[in-house]
């Protein structure tokens, strides 16, 4: 009984042993690595979740665990990569630079909002601290490795990080429902859903013939999500 109970924290504990090593990896300049660091972190996060329903090992420490994990890997992780982009071309001593960290702040009460929030059990009012770091990082992995290419020329202005990083943070603790990509018993398709996944080709094809390296793909589709759920919710007033 209680092995099945450890089964889910373990797997929640992998997430933030990605994000730590993530950080390290931001902190040297190797902001690939620490994508690819991330990426695993979110497949943690998910099959965590996965493996307390199957089991029904439900837990209130594995809820806050949760919280805190995510908020390494996809709270400080993200924001310290964001600054690492800037700063390689303004340097620590430039103000701005310092600006894309708020979205580790937004993170957490993000995930303190969530675990209080009784709305948020199926899905979520605001964008899911996954969901923003996936965009912070494949951009930032854009920028590392693919320096020629237009969106990563964009991050190499003085205005385009920060105001992306304002817009995320907000987007974080805003009160705009979003559908959630965990499926849960009885959950249908949706027509949002649909979108989404046929955002995922077009995506795809887009990156192949500009060229671009795969990550751009993970930055468009959760662009698109964000631009899903926010048609959605201007169609319903």
Known sequence: MQIRKIIP?????????????????????????????????????FFDGLAARALNAYSDIGKELDSLCDNVSFGVLPALMMSSVLTDTYGWSNPVCWIPLIISVFSALRLAKFNIDTRQSMSFIGLPTPACAMICGSLCHVAAVAPECTLASLCSSIWFIPALSIALSA????????????????DGLGIDRMVFLA????????????????????????????AINAVKAISRR
Request: hydrophobic share 65%.
């Open 9 to 45: 924290n373990t797997i929640t504990s992998m997430n933030l042993l990605c994000g730590i090593v993530g950080v390290v990896l931001a902190l040297g300049g190797n902001l690939p690595c620490a994508f690819v660091m991330m990426l695993l972190a979110a497949v943690a996060d």
């Open 171 to 186: 987007l974080l603790v805003c009160e705009l429902p979003m559908f959630s990509m965990k499926f849960h018993k009885g």
């Open 199 to 226: 955002c995922v080709p077009v995506a795809i094809a887009a990156t192949i013939i500009c060229g671009w390296p795969w990550s751009a793909a993970v930055f468009a589709l959760f662009i698109a999500y964000i």
